[in-house]
């Protein structure tokens, strides 16, 4: 079994395991898809991002007491939702912006359809791109779709990208971390050893996008 690179994080809290065991089953209901992505994604998030946490300078209390605040760099950063299963993973906390990719069914290539990336630097109050980008998605199976989402970040001008997943494929993964393995870590709740014919994890999760947004067997 080879080794996931470096730049690839498995998260091991205790939580995760249940959760991901739940989101696995048919018998999830849509709320429950959507709640359990949403929980997960959370939890991902606070482990992924904490060691962005840097010490700053020393505040007051409305008391008049001293103490050390903390405060998280970089301080632009953005959220790149990969469309439509994406979109369960996401708060606006933060400016977001959205790319549509598809895998075309016979390559399983990825297709990018849309792209609201700010191009004038003037529209994204900071000066331009976001020198942090965060790309969720909750699937990562051949590895295509998040590749090329990592790429086509680091052309507008990030200086760094976290991937957060919910569950990738091993050699989806691999792929997507060698993409641009300096400027890019990914963290996810579990792999999966096996794709199918299709593309698709096994045992994985069905496909998410259908699952939170009612549209199985269109």
């Known amino acids: 079994m ?3 690179p470096p730049n690839v994080r498995i998260s091991q ?16 209901s849509p709320r429950d898809v959507k709640s359990l992505i949403h929980e997960i994604s959370l939890i991902l ?3 992924a991002i904490s060691s962005a946490i ?6 007051q209390t409305p008391l ?3 103490y050390t605040t903390t405060i998280s760099e970089p301080s632009n950063i953005c959220i790149v939702p990969i469309l439509r299963s994406g979109l369960g993973m996401v708060e606006v906390s933060v400016p977001i912006h959205h790319l549509g990719m598809y895998r075309e069914p016979s390559t399983l290539d990825p297709v990018e359809y849309y792209n609201n990336l700010p191009r004038d630097t003037s529209a994204s109050g900071s000066g331009g791109s976001s020198r942090f980008a965060i ?7 051949t590895g295509g779709t998040c590749a090329a989402a990592i790429q086509t970040l680091r052309e507008w001008g990030t200086k760094s990208v976290l991937v957060l997943s919910v569950l990738g494929a091993r050699e989806g993964v ?6 641009w393995p ?19 994890l096994k045992p994985g999760l069905g496909d998410v996008g259908d699952r939170l947004f009612l549209t199985i067997g269109k």
């Open 174 to 179: 691999q792929r997507a971390a060698a993409e």
């Open 64 to 66: 008049g007491f001293e």
């Open 13 to 28: 809290h205790p939580s995760l395991l249940a959760k991901l065991s739940q989101l696995r089953s048919e018998s999830a």
């Open 54 to 59: 840097k010490t700053a300078t020393q505040d």
């Open 182 to 200: 300096e400027g890019t870590e990914i963290w996810l709740a579990g792999v999966d050893e096996d794709l199918t014919d299709g593309g698709m």
């Open 45 to 47: 998030s606070c482990e």
């Open 135 to 141: 790309i969720v998605d909750p699937v990562i199976a």
């Open 2 to 4: 080879a080794e996931l």
